[in-house]
């Protein structure tokens, strides 16, 4: 399919010919574990990697084949593997770019299990990394290393929403040749496409919007490179056995046919929120691409195709109060996920980022009055009705939570 259609049509069409599955409209469901060999020299053959065909699902999959081709056609990448959890999508990637020895050097501020993932990294393999803002060239090559082997980027970060400028990521890592991965989680291919810009692989928890339903956990990685796609195919996808069921391949699928008409809902009722936000007597500041008050906006307005859906913002108050906020809400979801129907609420500080250790997640700029909302997909004026009454007129203090049922 001609990648100059947009991106609307790729979404439904594009990675997936129905002619080639006898004419199904929706890419068909092959819950099987197993495949047959019709002989036993066809059999050594695919083992040997000498005949196309299907050996077992954890090796490959014509459903999961599906999704993965579709979301290398919407990364504009060469190849895609498709993994059981966005964090084993990480944790693949990392150890596919890594050896004993080896540094990686990171955004300032990642999502809290990939924090502990590369902690445990540096305790049981001895692979170091370093947490930096990456915010301008000569920073980034003071901090490069002999043996870093791999950038990894947040971008937007999670949850206080600071952007990375991939281009001059890319520009400074090329120097050294040295492989770029951004986490494209809070954006999709629908938002912002890292591939296009020089990075080296893209990994997604395809949990949040891609699948956008609550109903799938799920981690997808595209690459540039098609033999660096099939090298981690053949080792740490293979061997360590993290894959996707083809039932979980089928909902995300249909997830993505919506993907875009979603985003734009959730990202129209986040600017919404994010202005009524704002104006509020007890928010003391947000974070939010989408305000042009954001320290980096002029580049959210050149890397992305619009700010996102979520919002984080802090509160005037303690960690108590934050957390009576969340308990007075009545519409709203307390619960750590983003990118569903519902608008979801948390507290990272206690919740997402509890595993970072309190110094370094102050550095990140995690403080115990901040608080994570990702913009559902409800009539925003509901979300906001919900929100201000949570937030009160006056100071905030505890009262008994009236959770509406719904």
Request: glycine share 8%.
């Given at each position: ?317 303690t960690k108590e109060d934050a957390q009576q906020l969340l308990n007075r809400l009545r519409l709203l979801k ?73």
């Amino acid at each position: 399919m001609s990648q100059h259609r947009r991106f609307e049509t790729q979404a439904i069409h594009g990675g997936y010919n129905s002619n080639e599955q006898m004419g199904s409209l929706v890419p068909p469901l092959f819950q099987t574990s197993t495949f047959t060999f019709p002989t036993a020299e066809e059999g050594e053959r695919r083992f040997a990697g000498e005949s196309d065909g299907y050996v077992y699902t954890r090796l490959g999959n014509p459903t999961v084949k599906v999704l993965e081709e579709k979301i290398a056609f919407l990364e504009q990448g060469e190849g895609a593997l498709a993994f059981a959890s966005g964090m084993a999508a990480v944790s693949a990637t990392l150890f596919h770019l890594t050896k004993t020895g080896d540094h990686i050097l990171c955004s300032e501020g990642v999502y809290g299990c990939t924090f502990g993932l590369l902690q445990l990294m540096k305790e049981k393999h001895h692979i170091a990394h370093d947490l930096m803002p990456l915010d301008n060239e000569d920073s980034m090559r003071a901090a490069i290393q002999e043996n870093t082997t791999c950038i990894y980027i947040e971008t937007p970060i999670n949850p206080t929403m600071k952007l990375v400028d991939l281009p001059m990521i890319v520009r400074v890592a090329k120097e050294r040749n040295i492989p770029v991965v951004v986490d494209n989680t809070f954006c999709s291919p629908y938002l912002q496409q890292p591939l296009t810009l020089g990075c080296d692989f893209v990994v997604h928890s395809a949990t949040k919007y891609i699948g956008g339903h609550g109903d799938v956990i799920a981690g997808l990685v595209v690459g540039r490179s098609k033999e660096a796609m099939q090298e981690m195919a053949m080792t740490t996808m293979k061997d360590i056995g993290g894959v996707l069921s083809p039932f979980d391949a089928w909902l995300l699928l249909r997830g993505l046919k919506t993907l875009p008409i979603r985003l734009d809902r959730h990202c129209d009722n986040a600017e919404k929120v994010a202005t009524e936000l704002k104006k509020h007597p007890n928010v003391k500041r947000i974070y939010y691409p989408g305000d042009p008050e954001f320290p980096q906006y002029e580049l959210a307005q050149k890397q992305m195709r619009k700010p996102g859906g979520l919002i984080s913002f802090e509160i005037d108050g303690t960690k108590e109060d934050a957390q009576q906020l969340l308990n007075r809400l009545r519409l709203l979801k307390i619960a750590v996920s983003l990118g569903d129907a519902e608008t979801l609420i948390q507290h990272p500080a206690t919740m997402t980022h509890a595993v970072v250790p309190e110094k370094q997640r102050k550095k990140m700029g995690i403080s115990d009055t901040l608080i994570r909302l990702s913009v559902g997909l409800e009539a925003w004026e509901d979300i906001w009705t919900d929100l201000e009454q949570a937030l009160g007129a006056g100071k905030l203090s505890p009262t008994e939570p009236d959770r509406l049922q719904i």
